[in-house]
Structures are given as C-alpha cells and as structure tokens.
C-alpha cells in the first residue's frame, strides 16, 4: 500500500498515519490524478516508440501478404492470419505451442526488464500519455488549473472544455473501435458493413458501439485504475521478478536523510558549515508527474508502471541543485544493496532454453505441415448401401484444404480394396482457391467379397497438380456375413 502525498496544509489532521491505494482519498472515494509532463531524456524515445506503435496498429489490418492481411483473427471462418501464414482449427499443436512460447517469453522478458513493457509499449500507457492526456492539457490547461477548475462549480468555461474534450475521445474511440474489430473481419467487410443499414449487420454495429463505449470509459474515466486495479499483470510481478530484475527505484542510501533546502544550504553542507542531508530536497517532483500517483521512494510497488517519468523529474531537480543524476533510475534490488546484478542467472537460464525448445518445435511442425489439410468422414445416414448388383457402396465426405496461397486442383482415386470404385458427386477434378476448404462426396462401391468381416479399411489417394500425394484410410462398412 502506498502513503499518500498529503499537503503541508493538512499534516496534523490525522491522529496517525493512514495508508490507502493512491487513487483513493482517505475516506474511500476516487481520487483523481493530475500528473505533470516531464520532457527528460527517456519522454522523447518512449514518444517515437508510442506512435510507432499506434501507426503499426492501425497498419497491421491494412498491409495484405499473400492475399491476407498482416493479422486477421477470423473466428467467422476459424482462420489466424499472421504474416503471411494461415492457422486453422487443426493447427492445434501449432496454436498451442504459440501459447506456450509466448508464456514463456513474459516470463523471461519480465525477469530480465521488469515491468518496461508497462511503460513503454503498453496500449493502455501508449494511449492514455501520448493520444488521450495531450489532448487534455490542450483544452483544459496545465494540471493545477484542471484541478483547480474540477473542484470548482459548473461554468460555461468548464462546460464547453470538457464536452470539446469528450467530444474529441468520443472520435477517437470510435476510430480505435474501427481498427480493433478489423482485426477480426478485416477492412473489406468493415468498409462495406459500414456502408450499409445498421439492421443488415446489427451485431456488427452493437460490437462496435460496446466497445467505443469501453474504450471511452477505460481513457476518459477508468484511466490508471485499469493499471492498479484491474491487470494481472501487476499482480503477476511479485512471482515473476527477483533482486536482479530491471526496476526504477529510489536510491535511499544517496537519498536520505531527505529534507526541503535552499541551493544556500545545500553549499553551506557540502562546504561542512551544517550537517549534511541526503540528495532528496523532498521536492515531491516525482510524486507530481507519476501517472498512477504513487510515491517511487516507498520503495517497490505493484502501481508503478515503469514509465520513467519520476527519473525524468528527479533528474531535472537533481540538475538544478547540481546534484548527479540518478538518485531515481534503473537498477535492480541488488545494485541497491551494493552488490553485483546477474542477468544470467538460474530461471532466466531455464526460460531461455525452454523458449528455444518450444521455438526449434514449433519450428519443426510448421515446416513439416502439409500444403494441403485432408479428412474424410463418412455421410450422415444408413451405414452403407447394397446395390442391386451385390455390391456394397458407402458414402464418404472429403474435406479437403489448401493452405497455399495459390489455387490448386485434385483428383481423388481408391487404392484399397483393389476392386474398389469412387465415383465422384459432382465435377472431378476438384479446384480449390487460396485458403479454400472444400467438401466433395463420393461413393465407394465395393465388391461383397471385399468384406471377409463387416468392415474394410479403404485407401484413398488425392493427388494435387503440383505433385503433391496424399493417402488417407478410413474403414468401409459392409454387411457381417
């Protein structure tokens, strides 16, 4: 639990010290945050990177590679576009592998860097402190005047502001809204649903307004609460970091004792004329500008989100009272203690060979999967048919696809029994377009005395134009006698 930042004006009114979370007050209601913007020397390569990555957002759903886009999660058709490659349902052990890859990869990323991807890639970090609070300080001004004017009675200058302002994340929320469910139908069927009456594709619409709903709730009200309350994400660090992992953290032993001076007094120290402090003025500087509202010097927090703007405010006041940089930076528990940080160490040892053994498989299955994905299954109905002539056919379904990106054609004969007959329903031979997944029915009339038992295992052959052969069994059905 983090001690809240309690003003000079209010020390006193506590008979003792209270703890609550940072976005609460002391009676349990809602605090709201006015974090200051700290240009330092991380704000401007976490800026590029932020809006590379929303541009890489938006991109994604829009670069087509081989006829798909980028990424497509298709549920509709049960299709996993990503970067050129199709996965299907029966991709199972691919999919599946990905999961634990990517386990895996937060595992090992977290242990080595702590929470960066927090602070630097995280949607709701990306957005929130480079799309949605630049926006807000354009309208409403600097962070004590919003403050300021929140507190205050409902004027025409604060009406207009804030509708203005929502107005905006009402638009942009839409737009996101748009680009999130492209992911999922892809922007054809985005653009032509759009162009149609809401009462074709109402569910279309329903989705999209419950999720512009959302993504307005999360950044013009939930904000930091998504991070301090509902990620796992936080929760999970505790287990997932040790005293060697990356963490920005206050230099206590430099730091303390902390007190408010003058430049004067911090001169008069250094020169021996009174006793020396620590290098923290207690300028609460890093408090002001932290998004979440916590206080970095209370030490490790399960609310800091890794952002740097504390190290970027502290580095500016540590300017000016020409004091070194780095009172709050990167660094690991154990550097604190004074003692040597081990990027290689047992777990990150473990994660890394268990991340390239599920990368060499699932590397191994991928090149190793078939162009074409065969089943056969038999036709809902009698178990097999006698014909007049003695013979016993059955009807079977081959579901074949083709997972290349070029269309294909196939013939299918029977291989066993040897006196075995298909006869095709419909055209033969059988065309498929990219990524197209075709049933065709067929009998197999086979002779009685095939059936020394009441079944026998048939051999069916599909042979494609590119040469490719693919032999599947599946047991015919006759009579027992």
């Known amino acids: 639990m983090n001690k809240p930042f309690i003003p000079e004006d209010e020390v006193g009114i506590l008979d003792s010290p209270v703890e609550v979370l940072s976005t609460l007050t002391r009676e349990g209601e809602r605090k709201w945050i006015y974090p200051t913007l700290e240009r330092g020397r991380f704000y401007k390569p976490r800026l590029w990177l932020g809006w590379f990555l929303i541009v890489l957002f938006v991109a994604l759903p829009l670069i087509p590679i081989n006829g798909q886009p980028a990424v497509l999660i298709d549920f509709i058709h049960r299709e996993f576009a990503l970067f050129g490659l199709i996965f299907y349902p029966t ?5 599946l592998l990905s999961m634990f890859g990517t386990i895996i990869g937060i595992f090992l990323f977290t242990a080595l860097l702590g929470r960066v991807w927090c602070g630097w890639g995280c949607p709701q970090t990306v957005y929130m402190e480079f799309v949605f609070r630049p926006i807000e300080r354009w309208l409403e001004g600097k962070e004590h005047v919003r403050k300021r004017r929140d507190e205050g009675p409902w004027t025409w200058d604060k009406i207009w502001r804030k509708s203005v302002k929502h107005s905006l994340y009402l638009l942009i929320s839409l737009a996101l809204a748009h680009v999130f469910v492209s992911y999922f139908v892809g922007w054809d069927n985005l653009i032509y649903w759009m162009q149609q009456s809401p009462r074709e594709h109402w569910g279309f619409f329903v989705t999209m307004a419950l999720t512009t709903g959302l993504i307005l709730f999360d950044f013009g009200y939930f904000r930091e609460q998504m ?26 032993n430099r730091g303390e004792t902390r007190a408010k001076r003058s430049k004067k007094k911090i ?3 250094e020169a021996g004329l009174i006793p020396m402090k620590g290098d923290c003025i207690d300028c609460f500087a890093c408090v002001r500008t932290c998004p979440t509202g916590i206080d970095i010097r209370d030490g490790l927090q399960m609310e800091c989100i890794g952002c740097t703007q ?13 004091k070194p940089r780095g009172l709050i930076r990167y660094t690991s528990e154990n550097e604190l203690a004074g003692q040597t940080t081990r990027w290689w160490r047992t777990r990150t040892v473990l994660y890394t060979v268990l991340g390239l053994f599920v990368a060499v498989i699932f590397t191994g299955v991928l090149l190793s999967r078939s162009s074409y994905d065969v089943n056969v299954g038999r036709v809902v109905g009698a178990p097999f048919t006698e ?34 007959e298909i006869r ?19 009998w197999i009339v086979t002779p009685r005395t095939s059936f020394t038992d009441d079944t026998v295992e048939g051999v069916f052959r599909l042979t494609f134009e590119d040469g490719t052969v693919e032999e599947v069994t599946f047991p015919l059905l006759g009579p027992s006698d």
Request: glycine letters at 4%; aromatic letters at 6%.
């Open 387 to 420: 014909l007049p002539d003695g013979r016993i056919a059955n009807r079977l379904r081959f579901r074949v696809r083709n997972q290349q990106p070029y269309a294909a054609t196939f013939t299918i004969e029977a291989v066993s029994p040897g006196e075995a």
């Open 267 to 269: 001169r008069d120290e």
């Open 310 to 322: 504390c190290i970027d405010a502290c580095d500016t006041i540590m300017d000016k009272i020409s």
């Open 424 to 442: 095709i329903v419909g055209v033969s031979p059988i065309t498929l377009e990219p990524q197209e997944m075709k049933r065709t029915e067929a």
């Open 227 to 252: 991070c301090t309350i509902a990620c796992p994400y936080a929760r999970f660090q505790s287990v997932l970091i040790d005293p060697n992992s990356l963490i920005i953290s206050y230099d206590e």
């Open 91 to 95: 991709d199972t052990l691919l999919l």
